[in-house]
């Protein structure tokens, strides 16, 4: 199911999360999709989404840290 991880370890050269227990983290799946590991924020954040955006029943709202997302960009398929 978990392909690979997209960008470094969370804890690479010691480093140490929040709950420092392998958060925050990307992966990408066998069949493609990705796999995010944050902070659920979706109760916070919903009531502040655009218009233009929406939440289904079955999809919650996650946040990671933005050095997270920078650190995966070359990991990240052009297709």
């Known amino acids: 199911m978990f392909k690979k ?4 370890d969370p804890h690479e050269n010691g480093e140490m999360t929040g709950g420092a227990a392998g958060c925050p ?3 990408e799946l066998e069949d493609g999709s990705f796999a995010i ?3 659920r924020k979706t109760h916070e954040l919903e ?5 233009t955006a929406s939440r289904g029943h079955d999809e919650e709202i ?7 997302l920078i650190r995966a ?6 297709e």
Request: aromatic letters at 4%; charged letters at 25%.
């Open 5 to 8: 991880r997209i960008g470094s």
């Open 25 to 27: 983290d990307i992966w």
């Open 37 to 39: 590991i944050g902070a």
């Open 47 to 51: 009531p502040l989404l655009p218009k």
């Open 62 to 68: 996650v946040v990671i840290p933005r050095k997270t």
């Open 73 to 78: 960009k070359s990991d990240i398929p052009n």
